[in-house]
């Protein structure tokens, strides 16, 4: 049985750490909307943001 092995492997997309405040942020968001939280109301907008 043969293998084929690329000799040009695809790369990864590297981390981007830049992003991670509104990693965070989503992320708070969409907890605080689902603790219904008063004035947090935009929860869909958490998850929008990485679509």
Do not use: E, T
Not at 12 to 36: E, K, M, P
């Amino acid at each position: 049985m043969q293998y084929l092995i690329s000799k040009n492997p695809i790369s990864r997309i590297s981390y981007r750490y830049d992003v991670n405040f509104l990693r965070a942020l989503s992320v708070i968001v969409v907890v605080f909307y689902h603790a219904d939280i008063k004035y947090f109301s935009g929860g869909w907008l958490g998850v929008d943001i990485f679509l």
